[in-house]
T-cell receptor, first 110, second 115 residues
Framework: QQQVKQSPQSLIVQKGGIPIINCAYE??????FPWYQQFPGKGPALLIA?????SEKKEGRFTISFNKSAKQFSLHIMDSQPGDSATYFC?????????FGTGTSLTVIP | ETGVTQSPTHLIKTRGQQVTLRCSSQ?????VSWYQQALGQGPQFIFQ???????GRGNFPPRFSGLQFPNYSSELNVNALELDDSALYLC??????????????FGQGTRLTVV
């Protein structure tokens, strides 16, 4: 059973566009929601994270929107650049472990 | 760079063999978690170590075992390797906090290939 559902599986945008990646969860015990960026052959790098008492968090070009009642959260990348081309994972955590989504492969075309 | 280092970076083993993977956690962190990431998938939680004891385990068989040392570094041991164990093994370092889950930083991973 997939604890965190992520969509879309892949995404292609033009440079400067705003890709949006969505995730949904069921377990209301989750209390921490990070997003990770992963390049081929590398480990996931923490981008930004949010707790359920906040509806939005912005760090640089990355914004998380969080809807507690709908149990959904999303990542927006402002002014996307070719260097943002990577796989993005959402995750949800409670206590000692994270459950990851299946990933979104983002391609930003110059 | 996260300060989390894993060794080796790549490893090829034969089915039935045993393997040990190592992880040095980020300075100041006292908790290490291990994840398995199959190709094209998200990481799957194997287990976590806190204060040298296992602090939670995912859906992995007992042939996956681990250790944490007093300096908070950790080992993942896998016995009786199977072809399906081929994956990227990730170590995540974090500081245990009372308020649930918190920031976790991953190493670059160890790519294990079982032939």
């Amino acid at each position: 059973q997939q604890q965190v559902k992520q969509s879309p599986q892949s995404l292609i945008v033009q440079k400067g566009g705003i890709p949006i990646i969505n995730c949904a969860y069921e377990n209301t015990a989750f209390d921490y929601f990070p997003w990770y960026q992963q390049f081929p052959g590398k480990g996931p790098a923490l981008l930004i994270a949010i707790r359920p008492d906040v509806s939005e968090k912005k760090e640089g070009r990355f914004t998380i929107s969080f809807n507690k009642s709908a149990k959904q959260f999303s990542l927006h990348i402002m002014d996307s650049q070719p260097g943002d081309s990577a796989t993005y994972f959402c995750a949800a955590g409670a206590g000692n472990q994270f459950y990851f989504g299946t990933g979104t492969s983002l391609t930003v075309i110059p | 760079e996260t300060g989390v280092t894993q060794s080796p970076t790549h490893l090829i083993k034969t089915r039935g063999q045993q393997v040990t993977l190592r992880c040095s956690s980020q300075s100041g962190h006292n908790t290490v978690s291990w994840y398995q990431q199959a190709l094209g998938q998200g990481p799957q939680f194997i287990f976590q170590y806190y204060r040298e004891e296992e602090n939670g385990r995912g859906n992995f068989p007992p042939r996956f075992s681990g250790l944490q040392f007093p300096n908070y570094s950790s080992e993942l041991n896998v016995n009786a390797l199977e072809l399906d164990d081929s994956a990227l093994y990730l170590c995540a370092s974090s500081l245990a906090v009372s308020r649930g889950a918190g920031e976790a930083f991953f190493g670059q991973g160890t790519r294990l290939t079982v032939v």
